[in-house]
């Protein structure tokens, strides 16, 4: 089994303009890939002992070669690419040994075992060209993938590349700051530039793109802070927003709670700074944070700070910012998710409901000196739902002082575990019982507790399949 950060293929785009490329076998599949490589511009010899009607019709207009022989391995000499399109195993397989002997790259259709090379599906939008690869795994997959990204890249991408690769080197001469180019080039392909292009307006976009490259000025790159919530840990609860400016941040800085999968959907060549925050690791306390967003929009950085849930909930997001206001630096604050509606939502637990509870209190549990100063008598009174964030390490201490504070003993109680995630687990019990059955649970947190006769309903509206244990 393929691990997730393991690629089976690495994907590369090979230049084949002029370039020597043999296919061995004549037939329709063969008349696909000869196709293919001549939109590519390359030279294309075909071996094959009969010459389809299709492939003939294609000699001219692709410059084929044609060899109408057998198949010999002293064939694939010189080639720089070999594609095999037979339907017989043994020539198939004698192409690909004299390929691999050869160090050639080479393709054997439907044969991913004999392949040192496969085809993509291809969205070609030249010269923005994509490809989808499932590396053999399900093609139908890949194909399906394609369809969905040709829908959301119109043709005019191409024209809108043509005309930005056109003014490359005035807007290099212009603009001399890399960081301050990248920022021109955003705006023109996310302005009115791209909107008239893909309205079929070239001549206005050409204007609108000297104009904007006129008023371009070689100032300092002002440096922004966006301060993000990268919601409860599926990657896939992120708001538009927080992807589109991840995607164009020059620094990024996370703690433990951001999951992985979501740090992958950064920009690539972004610097990523972790500063922790786990329980008793403080990497960075937290005004050592508060000073390197600043510090790093004072280089003129653009900063994501990224941060578990919502900055605003738990998150110290108001001490962060109110350093960067007393320093005039400019920020954004995008909301996310926050761990107590995504658990519970997760975890089919609805947090307010008419017959159980008219009101939901959002209480943090860490423990101060070992005890949590909370006010129990409010928290004790029936109807309403309590959420705790950061509570497993008090359980017991919260479980007990809402006992003596007039809870009854058999109030139910979930502790959900890394909510939202395939490692999602719900454990459910009473105020009474759960200190004692997590005990002897291997828990990882991040985890929420909730509180309330809510959590009955789990059983019955539970629809997200993480590994439940009641």
């Known amino acids: 089994m393929n691990h997730h950060n393991e690629m089976d293929y690495f994907p590369v785009f090979v230049k084949l303009t002029d370039q020597d490329c043999l296919v061995i076998g004549a037939g329709e599949i063969a008349a696909r890939k000869i196709d293919l490589l001549a939109r590519a511009g390359a030279k294309i010899t075909v071996i094959a002992n009969q010459i389809s009607h299709h492939v003939s019709s294609l000699e001219t207009s692709c410059r084929l070669t044609i060899l109408q022989k057998a198949f010999d391995p002293a064939d694939v000499r ?18 690909a040994k004299a390929a691999e002997e050869q160090n050639i790259l080479v393709n054997v259709v439907d044969s991913p075992a004999l392949c040192s090379f496969i085809f993509p599906a291809i969205i070609d ?8 690869s499932s590396g053999g795994a399900a093609p139908v997959l890949a194909r399906l993938l394609r369809a969905k990204i040709e829908t959301i890249i119109p043709p005019a991408y191409g024209q809108l590349a043509h005309l930005a690769e056109s003014y490359r080197d005035d807007v290099k001469k212009h603009i001399k700051e890399p960081a301050q180019r990248r920022i021109f080039w955003e705006n023109i392909f996310q302005g009115s530039v ?13 204007q609108k793109l000297q104009q904007t490259l006129a008023e371009q000025k070689n100032t300092v790159t002002q440096g922004e802070v966006y301060l993000i919530g990268a919601g409860p840990g599926a990657p896939d609860l992120l708001t538009f927003r927080a992807l589109r400016l991840m995607q164009q941040a020059d620094v990024i800085v996370y703690d433990h709670l951001v999951s992985p999968e979501i740090i992958d959907m950064a920009r690539r060549d972004s610097e990523k700074i972790y500063v922790g925050k786990e329980r008793h690791k403080h990497t960075l306390p937290q005004e050592c944070i508060n000073t390197l967003l600043a510090d790093l929009a ?7 700070r990224l941060k578990g849930g919502d900055p605003f909930i738990f998150g110290r997001g108001g001490e962060e910012i109110e350093t960067l206001m ?3 630096i400019n920020f954004q604050v995008v909301p996310g998710i926050t761990a107590a509606s995504g658990c519970a939502s997760y975890a089919g637990i609805p947090l307010t409901h008419r017959d159980h509870a008219q009101s939901c209190t959002f209480v ?5 000196d070992n005890s949590i100063n909370l006010n129990w008598t409010q928290l004790a009174a029936p109807n309403q739902t309590l959420v705790i964030y950061m509570g497993l390490f008090g359980l017991e201490k919260i479980c ?15 502790l959900i575990q890394q909510g939202t995630t395939v490692n999602q687990r719900v454990i459910t ?32 509206l539970k629809w997200f399949n993480g590994s439940d244990e009641d």
Request: hydrophobic share 40%; glycine share 8%; charged share 20%.
């Open 78 to 95: 010189g080639f720089r690419l070999v594609i095999s399109a037979t339907d017989n195993k043994e020539t198939n397989f004698a192409v």
């Open 125 to 132: 939008r030249s010269p923005i060209v994509a490809a989808v």
């Open 194 to 206: 791209a909107e008239l292009v893909f309205a079929g307006n070239e001549k206005d976009a050409e």
């Open 298 to 304: 004072k280089a003129g950085k653009r900063v994501v």
């Open 326 to 328: 007393q320093q005039g």
């Open 364 to 368: 943090t549990g860490h423990l101060k």
């Open 400 to 414: 007990q002082s809402l006992i003596e504070h007039g809870s009854p003993k058999d109030l139910p109680i979930a």
């Open 429 to 460: 019990g009473t105020l009474e019982t759960l200190p004692t059955t997590i005990a002897s649970l291997d828990i990882k947190p991040p985890t929420l507790i909730i509180i309330g006769t809510v959590v009955t309903l789990h059983d019955k």
